[in-house]
């Protein structure tokens, strides 16, 4: 029930853009968006819930597509500080979530 | 300040040996999870507590125990039937367990070594 992210790493240059793909082979409930800096406790970005929303949180925002089983993670004009390994979690309703391998992000200057 | 406190950082285990990695929280969270990270495999679940006394087998159980006596604290015990326990080791509560609706607060992690 592991969900599929790509790309697995990806190298952006300051002020670019990204997006970050998660898919799930499951019918979801939700979609839980992690950023993980080396070494560190990952950090909650987002939820998004049953219904097709987007939301936003400063310039990352994500979508969740339920008839497609997929949510993706845009970053805009990248900053140094988005560096980090992005982590999409699913809730197939089965009480707990399912973590992607995650996808490596570096931002050079 | 709330927040989940692992401890300790840093752990080493002998062959045959259990060791017993501690998660306290103070966010009054009924809901707590181990996971186990190994490079390139993200984050999997060891066990997972939704209310104190009561906790279920996540998809790496075997080889893991834990307890939920307190709300604040779900220790985790590696045993000696864990033949690789080097990784390490994040604890997470949310404030319900089973809602996919509610975010998961990470400790620091504790990160354990076979000598």
């Known amino acids: 029930q592991q969900p599929v992210q790509s790309p697995q790493a990806v190298i952006l240059r300051e002020g670019e853009d990204a997006v970050i793909n998660c898919s799930s082979s499951?019918?979801?409930?939700?979609v839980h968006w992690y950023r993980q800096k080396h070494g560190e406790a990952p950090v909650f970005l987002m939820i998004?819930?049953?219904?097709?929303e987007q939301k936003g949180h400063e310039k990352i925002s994500a979508s969740f597509n339920e008839k497609k089983q997929q949510s993706s993670l845009y970053l805009t004009a990248s900053q140094l500080s988005y560096s980090g390994t992005y982590f999409c979690?699913?809730?197939?309703?089965?009480?707990?979530?399912?973590f992607g391998t995650g996808t490596r992000l570096t931002v050079i200057p | 300040d709330g927040g989940i406190t692992q401890s300790p950082k840093y752990l080493f285990r002998k062959e045959g040996q259990n060791v017993t990695l501690s998660c306290e929280q103070n966010?009054?969270?009924?809901?707590m999870y181990w996971y186990r990270q190994d490079p390139g495999q993200g984050l999997r679940l060891i066990y997972y507590?939704?209310?104190?006394?009561?906790?279920q087998k996540g998809d790496i159980a075997e080889g893991y125990s834990v307890s939920r006596e307190k709300k604040e604290s779900f220790p985790l015990t590696v045993t000696s039937a864990q033949k690789n326990p080097t990784a390490f080791y994040l604890c997470?509560?949310?404030?319900?367990?089973?809602?996919?609706?509610?975010?998961?607060?990470f400790g620091d992690g504790t990160r354990l070594s076979i000598l």
């Open positions: 997470a509560s949310s404030i319900e367990g089973g809602q996919g609706n509610q975010p998961q607060h």
């Open positions: 499951k019918a979801l409930y939700s």
């Open positions: 998004l819930l049953k219904g097709g």
């Open positions: 979690g699913t809730d197939p309703g089965a009480n707990n979530l399912f």
């Open positions: 966010l009054n969270h009924d809901a």
């Open positions: 507590s939704q209310i104190v006394n009561d906790f």
